[in-house]
């Protein structure tokens, strides 16, 4: 039976390989940086943006006490990526130290937040939630990426990441 915590391990394993594949790039690879993050951004803000509206809520209205805590943490760390982290990608040149830098945090970011979740919260989930609802919530994300719902709430995120990226830097390429 499919299940959403293998789905968002799998997502999880090929963003970890994709930060591992732009972290050994060099700055002269500007084309090779730019395809690998429009590939992670492609995987990673659809897949944070279904957790934050759909999953990660279902989680915190059955957690207890201390599960809220993981919940609380899962979300801002999705906050430091998407506001601080992201934007500081895209203000940087593509060929620069600050890319690299800020995609290395990215990555470790990522790294991190995927390992507490898939110990700590996958957890918890398990416990919280039958077979039957997370096969549901398994078909239900798969339904959703397909959605315009999900193109507009991707398109949205891209948008402000740009801003924030102009505002740091006006003469960035995002």
């Known amino acids: 039976m ?3 915590l293998d789905t968002l391990k799998s997502e999880h394993d090929q963003l970890r390989e ?3 594949q732009i972290n050994k790039t060099a700055d002269s690879e500007a084309d090779t940086r730019h395809e690998l993050l429009k590939k992670i951004e492609a995987l990673l803000i659809p897949h944070a943006k279904w957790e934050e509206t759909v999953f990660y809520p279902a989680f915190e209205d059955r957690a207890d006490h ?3 805590l993981i919940y609380a943490e899962a979300i801002q760390e999705h906050r430091a990526v998407e506001l601080a982290v ?3 990608i895209h203000a940087a040149d593509v060929d620069s130290r600050q890319f690299a830098g800020s995609v290395q945090v990215c990555g470790e970011l990522i790294k991190h937040h995927a390992h507490e979740e898939e110990t700590k919260m996958f957890d918890a989930v398990r416990q ?3 077979a039957e609802e997370l096969a549901d919530f398994d078909r239900k994300y798969a339904s959703w990426k397909d959605s315009s719902g999900a ?3 991707t398109s949205y995120a ?3 990441t740009a801003a924030m990226a ?3 830097n006006p003469d960035s390429p995002a």
Do not use: G
């Open 166 to 168: 102009f505002m740091r």
């Open 128 to 130: 919280l939630f039958s």
């Open 158 to 160: 891209k948008v402000k």
């Open 2 to 4: 499919p299940n959403i």
């Open 66 to 68: 201390e599960q809220k």
């Open 18 to 20: 994709l930060f591992a």
């Open 86 to 88: 992201l934007p500081d």
């Open 151 to 153: 193109d507009a709430i």
